[in-house]
């Protein structure tokens, strides 16, 4: 069905965006506290390790289905249950803590079933976004999204830290579902664009719906688009490099340096901090030249701040935050880049695949870099184990970009973009 974009839709999607922040800041202040919780209960690089690893595979595995299920069904309807059933999940870990019921390996278990939940929410409530946001809007939409997720973040993790220290973990759990309830609202109330699409009565009984065929098209779409498929890749080996301190970080702070949830909500803090300024810049600056080149150099600048925070001294708190925050600075503006020219050249109805696809190759092998970064911490030491991952990352973003013809790929041709978009509209 054709969708229309208006300004009456583009302030309906901010209301909705802006209940989902609500419901953002509620869930980070939780993650953080069970995140320091199981450090202090465990202070096992391995069962980190696990516990990423566990949270990663299943998102590895559900994305495809996830992009499949919003481009079929009715997006606003999944949203609400998958929100449902996160709420649900956070009932009864509140209850197993209120009663001294809850274990490592129970959490884990929990954690691992939120992520089958929020890796069916992200590909759904993106795919929303160029069905309710005016093209022209969707660089400063993209942007300045993770300048608020940045700040909210920062506040968040200040909330938490203090939480921490006056509250019995239980309690602070219930913030989770109050945010929850708060981001419901505006879901309810707003009708969200359905994007189905109707065969001819000729072909209608010959492509009813199937999953695979409609992975199928998402594949083929995606190798129409250039130099994506270079991107995903460098973004799935950056990925992978970045596991060990994805995995490690609270334990990098508590065991190598002896910090408190202070220590770890600063480091939090400043790389929030990073995406915040980071988010400015493309939000700033509308138009860019040469999107390929500034996605990899803002990816050695990645690198450089994660070599910051692996070569700072014992204890040296701030130093290990200046790396964080540089390495946040450039989040923002690679994926920004990366999402808004996905946005412009895909069409809405095969934007839910598109997009779970992308997320899925990125995140392929980051299944091994995590279970990897446990036992290889244990041999030698979280400190280099960082340093040798952000070198490598550093070697394969220049390899990729003096190897390959990504950096002659012009992303602001607009004949070219239309082009595209003519190709993938004729994928059966």
Known sequence: MEITISKKSYHQYLFIWAGQLISLFGSSVVGFALIWWMTIMTGSAMFLATNSFISILVSTICMPIAGVFSDRYNRKVLIILYDSLLAFSTIIVIILFQFNLMTVWVLLLFMGINSIFHSFHMP??????PSMVPPEKLMRINSISFFFVGSIQVFAQFIASILWLFFPIHIILWLDFITYVIALIPILIIKIPAVNYKLSSATEALKKPSFFREFK?????????????????????????????KVLLPLYVYNTHSGSAGHFALTLIFFQGGMILGALIPFLKKQWAHKARVIFVCLGITMIGYIILALAPRGSYLIIAIGAGTMGLSFPVIS?????????????????????????????ILPLGTILSGPLAEIIGIPLLFFYSAELGLIIAISLWTLTNIRKLDYGNSEKIEKIEEKILKIK
Not at 217 to 239: A, D, Y
Not at 341 to 351: C, G, H
């Open 336 to 364: 920004t880049l990366s999402t808004t020219y996905i946005q412009t050249v895909v069409p809405p109805e095969k934007m839910g695949r598109i997009m779970s696809i992308s997320q899925t190759i990125t995140t392929l």
């Open 124 to 129: 759904t409530f993106s795919a929303i976004v």
């Open 217 to 245: 098209t998402g594949v083929k779409t995606l190798k129409l688009i250039p130099g994506l498929t270079i991107i995903i890749i460098m973004m799935m080996l950056t990925t992978f490099f970045m596991s060990p301190i």
